[in-house]
């Protein structure tokens, strides 16, 4: 597959990849840091093993009572075959229990060994699992609008278990292995160094071989994994986007896309065996030749003198045991690298800066809100939002209406400090909200978002959400009855005990919204914000809705974005926003008056609504 193709497939994924939110703007590698040592992040992976010392102990004793029944076994042929050249009977009967306690040993150490290094690596992928699901609950809203959903879960499905299997294993190979070919090449010294000092003859070409071939593997393997990266992009795609598919017949295009990409991981595993298939042989081709030049002086008894038959099987036998671990050790390299690519990806969502939560004081806040001179830049450029000026005193309702993208959304998510202003000062109370700790001041804002979220739980449960969990039964009630859901909840087969996302339970966008109204309406805040939160709602469902709302929003301040001239209307004042600006400000009959863009659109979306009586008029969508 030629590099243009891949470059297109990646192109179209990330752009297919935004459903919801937008396209992600900057990628986690756009944070221009520069990439750490790939020591330091073998060091720090290694820091994780510390509070196991004690298990890498018993895996290093397992593994050693491995090696050393290895050296045992070859030694074991040399008394036999010297037994039979002898004709000595005497210790015949020992050999066979010696075989079995051997194996039992080895057994024992393998079990041992193999044991306690899964025990590192289990707990290893269960530490890391956790603190990089605890970061993710900590890091600001920044990452979450640069960084795709399937990115960072992938990090804690697929990262976490490859940097484990990967640097474990290596440890195990290390240990297992390495501990075997001391012990092979310690016996081998000590029963004739001359003849084994050819055997170090191969050595540096068998290194260069490994070093080629744990390059070229590298190599592929980061294909791999961005072959499977692009695998399961496409497979999630068609997935959550399955009506699209189906109703745009995207399935001819989503088969290609799939095929294209499974192909090129395809080839790319295929490359991996080649290499490896040609690795080994000629690896092992090196050895069988060290080896034979080793039989041909040992033949010659003018070269080695003084070996017995049984030493000198022993000894090939110990030669030829070596090539095993040799090859498993020549593996630890590629291993180690993918651990370490792994680790990097995981440490740098460790290392992301956390939300800052600097504020210390923990206001009753009555509802005032300030905005100074406000600017926000979104990373990409975008200005959202340009020297915004606006004060709502407490318990003042205020309508903001604009076109779409005109920046409400930015505005309304700078109080909860979704997002920081690039310019200029928010307060609440008069209190700058930086100073206000961000528990106490996201306790005492409710809002319903334009993206509606429930969770995989009962309706009570999404109604009772996180600090609302505590709430009585009634509360919940009066809550969904206030947002006009508990009729609907009634009907739902268990009631407010139904689960939602449970087969069969799929609740329309008008119920959902409602539930999420109900949330809000069950937090009791004295700040109350709605983004666009009726849009979904039928005229009857929003006609009720309204009177709840209007009964709420009394008594607290309330900020709301609204699509309907009935809501808009009612408000104290309405704000209109105009590309990041704010063009006019004042009550409804003031901006009617004034004859501006409110007045205007005022003619072009809700003349006619007045006479039919139907406010359903989506004002947003019409200015568009
Ligand atoms: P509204 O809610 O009025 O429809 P938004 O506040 O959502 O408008 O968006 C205001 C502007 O900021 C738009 O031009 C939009 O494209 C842009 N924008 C919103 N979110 C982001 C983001 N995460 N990255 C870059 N630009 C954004
Ligand atoms: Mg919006």
């Not at 804690?156 to 070919?181: C, N, W």
């Not at 983004?531 to 301040?557: F, K, P, V």
């Amino acid at each position: 597959m030629s590099k243009s193709e891949s470059a297109d497939t990646s192109t179209k994924s990330t752009i297919m990849s935004a459903p919801i939110k937008r396209m992600p703007q900057l990628a986690l590698k756009a944070t221009s840091k520069i990439p750490p040592k790939k020591s330091q992040t073998l060091i720090r992976l290694l820091s994780y093993l510390k509070p196991y010392w004690w298990a890498l102990l018993l895996t290093i004793v397992g593994f050693a009572i491995n090696s050393g029944t290895e050296v045992f076994i070859a030694k074991l042929l040399q008394y036999i075959t010297d037994a039979i050249n002898q004709g000595d009977r005497t210790k015949q009967n020992w050999f066979p229990v010696l075989i079995i306690v051997l194996f039992v040993l080895r057994g024992l150490g393998s079990f041992l060994g193999n044991y306690y290094s899964a025990l590192i690596s289990r707990n290893l992928v269960y530490e890391l699992r956790v603190q990089v699901f605890n970061k993710l609950l900590r890091l600001p809203t920044a990452f979450y609008l640069a960084n795709p959903a399937g990115t960072i879960s992938s990090k804690l499905i697929f990262d976490v278990e490859q940097v484990t299997a990967a640097s474990t294993d290596s440890m195990k190979t290390l240990l297992r292995d390495g501990l075997t070919v001391i012990a092979l090449l310690g016996f081998l010294l000590y029963s004739n160094w001359r003849l084994t000092l050819i055997l170090f003859v191969v050595l540096p070409p068998i290194l260069w071989l490994i070093r080629l071939a744990s390059k070229r593997y590298l190599k592929l393997s980061k294909g791999i994994q961005q072959t499977m990266g692009d695998v399961s992009h496409i497979t999630n795609e068609v997935i959550s986007g399955y009506q699209v598919v189906k109703n745009y017949g995207g399935q001819a295009y989503e088969a290609e896309r799939f095929n294209q990409t499974s192909k090129k991981n395809l080839r790319q595993g295929m490359k991996v065996v080649v290499t490896n298939s040609i690795n080994t042989p000629a690896v092992q081709l090196l050895m069988a030749l060290a080896m034979s030049v080793v039989v041909w002086l040992a033949l010659r008894p003018a070269v080695i003198s003084g070996i017995s038959a049984g030493e000198f099987i022993s000894y090939i036998a110990a030669a030829g045991l070596l090539s095993k671990p040799v090859r498993s050790l020549t593996d630890i390299n590629q291993k180690l690298q993918k651990g370490i690519a792994a680790g990097e990806s995981i440490f740098e969502l460790l290392d992301e800066p956390e939300e800052q939560d600097i504020g210390s004081q923990q206001p009753k806040i009555t509802g005032k809100i300030g905005l100074h001179n406000v600017s926000l830049a979104y990373p990409d450029g975008t200005l959202a939002l340009s020297n915004f000026d606006l004060t709502i005193k407490a318990g003042e309702t205020v309508a903001i209406v604009g076109r779409s993208g005109a920046g409400k959304s930015t505005l309304v998510n700078l109080l909860t400090r979704a997002l920081q202003p690039t310019q200029g000062q928010i307060d609440i109370d008069d209190i700058a909200i930086d100073d206000i700790k961000l528990d106490c001041l996201r306790s005492q804002i409710a809002m319903v978002n334009q993206q509606i979220v429930l969770f995989n739980t009962t309706v009570a449960n999404n109604i009772a959400y996180g600090s609302l969990a505590s709430r009585s039964r009634e509360e919940v009630i009066a809550a969904a009855k206030a947002a006009f859901a508990h009729d609907f909840i009634m009907k739902l087969p268990q009631g407010y005990d139904s689960h939602i996302g449970a087969e069969g339970l799929q609740l329309s966008g008008g119920q959902r919204q409602r539930l999420s109204i109900a949330r809000a309406l069950l937090k009791d805040a004295p700040i109350l914000i709605l983004d666009e939160a009726t849009s979904a709602l039928d005229n009857e469902s929003e006609y009720y809705i309204q009177q709840a709302l209007d009964n709420a929003m009394s008594h607290r301040t309330t900020i709301v974005i609204a699509h309907r001239l009935t809501t808009i209307e009612s408000a104290d004042r309405i704000a209109v926003l105009d590309a990041g600006r704010l063009v006019e400000i004042g009550s409804h009959q003031e901006l009617m008056a004034l004859n501006g863009h409110y007045a205007q659109m005022y003619e072009r979306d809700f003349a006619d609504d007045r006479f039919e009586g139907a406010n359903a008029i989506d004002i947003n969508e019409m200015t568009r």
